[in-house]
Antibody, heavy 122, light 110 residues
């Protein structure tokens, strides 16, 4: 059974960096049949895909245009996890952040983490 | 503003049929498959339907999905009280090179 367990601080100050980690069990971050994604949800923006990392003989990343200049998603093969870093945050980045697995092929978003509420406030 | 368009709400009495629409474009629904998610308050979205019309294991047969051109729909027949939730459609967008979602439809059982 696949399980995604998120961890990270719930409060970040404006202009600082938001960091959330997603630990994977039951699958591998290096799997050739999955991509590992970050999605956030807020009342003002709804569900918003932020980006993904995946391994196909080498590592690839794709990021949403809205956050491309501020985001980094990194795999950690030694711990079988991946992380999200979002720089220069503002109160607009306050949201519930989810990690999720998307299958390849098929692009099915089949497993989600439990969600991490991150509030950006001084 | 979401890329995929859903009605904000839908309702029905127990036992009735409710249909939720999801409208997109040629770069998303028109060229890729649609997933549907159910979200209960305080929980992560749960995959309900994938590849337009395939039910995830354990999902009751009263849930069904379909797609035609650049639109998709989710139908709930024999509506039950436990079906009260928010429902979201999603698809990959080839122009945006990212996953796009609808704004969600809140289903109320009267």
């Amino acid at each position: 059974q696949i399980h995604l367990q998120q961890s990270g601080p719930g409060l970040v100050k404006p202009s600082q960096t938001l960091s959330v980690t997603c630990a994977i069990s039951g699958d591998s971050v290096s799997s050739n049949s999955a991509a590992w994604n970050w999605i956030r949800q807020s009342p003002s923006r709804g569900l918003e895909w932020l980006g993904r990392t995946y391994y196909r003989s080498k590592w690839y990343n794709d990021y949403a245009v809205s956050v491309k200049s501020r985001i980094t998603i990194m795999p950690d093969t030694s711990k079988n996890q991946f992380s999200l870093q979002l720089n220069s945050v503002t109160p607009e980045d306050t949201a519930v952040y989810y990690c999720a697995r998307v299958t390849h092929p098929g692009r099915i978003v089949d497993y989600w983490g439990q969600g991490t509420l991150v509030t950006v406030s001084s | 503003q979401s890329v995929l368009t859903q009605p904000p709400s839908a309702s029905g009495s127990p036992g009735q049929r409710v249909t939720i629409s999801c409208s997109g474009s040629s770069s998303n629904i028109g060229s890729d498959t649609v997933n549907w998610f159910q979200q209960l308050p305080g929980t992560a979205p749960k995959l309900l339907i994938y590849s337009n019309d395939q039910r995830t294991s354990g999902v009751p047969e009263r849930f069904s999905g379909s797609k035609s051109g650049t639109s998709a729909s989710l139908a709930i027949s024999g509506l039950q009280s436990e079906d009260e939730a928010d429902y979201y459609c999603a698809a990959w967008d080839d122009s945006l090179k990212g996953y796009v979602f609808g704004a969600g439809t809140k289903v109320t059982v009267l």
